[in-house]
């Protein structure tokens, strides 16, 4: 197994502590960590990390098509024996397919949705509802999602902005098919996670896949180990002196200091791995394509990809 002397974030600090001749205290361990680790964000935050790429994945439920009983006025939806709903794991919409509305589900229990508004339709005991995920709640580690993809399409699914995808959903409403078009839109009320917001709502069950760079973790416990190379580590040790050493207003040292670690971290920024994707110049040729997803869809609407 690789081993350094820069291996844990105590390996790093004790480096810092002992080359710089310092005494060991609470108050210059608690120091030393911050410091160490605001290093750590500055070496991530420098350019995309490969080390911070992470695939997840998530398997949509079947929407649920059956018929229920809406009351004007209420927001109490009540479905017929045998019902069941998809997982509350995710965010839901409701609609009646006689009725252009489409609500947001706060929860089911048994065979009732209750709705987070008003149903404002005309009562019907006999309503063809539909229950289906609109988004999902992303892993609070998620920083960034780079693209959402499924294997029913040759294709991603085409991310926009929160604007252009409620134009898309409000142009073309009620419609259970595959995913085309994604969405990242911020926190809602109860969930300081960013949700994925998806459309078409699927029509059956089937796996999303979404690319993301991930937040990193902080180093807290001596034994904790930072996501970079076993060999790149150093770099956290340099951070670590050129911040004690301005801490001491030792100006030539932590210059000093300071350079190792820009020259060391532009020597890792350097390194042309094959696994990065580089921005390229490309001649986009036109080919043939569907051109619709919907009836009447305006491709207009579409981004190249």
């Known amino acids: 197994m690789a081993s350094s002397p820069y291996k844990t974030l105590g390996n790093i600090r004790s480096a810092v502590v002992s080359d710089a001749k310092e005494q060991s205290s609470t108050n210059l361990i608690t120091q030393l960590n911050r410091?160490?680790?605001?290093?750590?964000?500055?070496?991530?935050?420098?350019k995309k990390r490969e080390w911070l790429d992470t695939q997840f994945?998530?398997?949509?439920?079947?929407?649920?098509?059956a018929t229920a009983t809406v009351t004007k006025g209420t927001p109490t939806v009540t479905f017929k024996a045998g019902t069941t709903f998809p997982s509350s794991t995710y965010e839901r919409i409701l609609?009646?397919?006689?009725?252009?509305?489409?609500?947001?589900?706060?929860?089911?229990?048994?065979?009732?949705?209750t709705l987070l508004q008003n149903y404002l339709g005309t009562t019907n005991t006999s309503a063809n509802c539909v229950v289906a995920v609109k988004s999902i709640i992303l892993d609070s580690s998620i920083k960034e999602v780079y693209r959402v993809y499924h294997q029913h399409s040759?294709?991603?699914?085409?991310?926009?902005?929160?604007?252009?995808?409620?134009?898309?959903?409000?142009?073309?409403?009620?419609?259970?098919?595959?995913?085309?078009?994604?969405?990242?839109?911020g926190q809602n009320n109860t969930s300081a996670s960013k949700r994925l917001m998806i459309y078409p709502y699927p029509d059956e069950a089937y796996t999303l896949y979404y690319d993301a760079k991930v937040n990193i973790v902080p180093l807290s416990a001596d034994a904790d180990e930072p996501v970079l190379l076993m060999q790149e580590r150093q770099l956290l040790y340099h951070y670590g002196m050129y911040k004690l050493y301005s801490y001491h207003r030792n100006d030539a040292k932590a210059s000093e200091c300071l350079n190792s670690f820009n020259i060391m971290l532009m020597k890792i920024d350097g390194e042309a791995k094959a696994q990065l994707d580089f921005p390229q110049i490309v001649v986009a040729y036109k080919r043939g394509r569907r051109r619709s997803f919907l009836p009447g869809f305006n491709s207009g609407m579409r981004e190249d990809p």
């Open 57 to 65: 994945y998530t398997q949509l439920p079947a929407p649920t098509e």
């Open 154 to 185: 040759k294709e991603p699914l085409i991310i926009v902005g929160p604007e252009q995808f409620r134009d898309i959903v409000e142009n073309y409403g009620q419609n259970l098919e595959k995913a085309r078009y994604a969405t990242i839109f």
């Open 35 to 46: 410091w160490i680790n605001e290093g750590y964000e500055q070496v991530n935050l420098r």
């Open 95 to 113: 609609y009646n397919t006689g009725y252009s509305e489409i609500y947001d589900v706060n929860s089911t229990t048994g065979l009732v949705a």
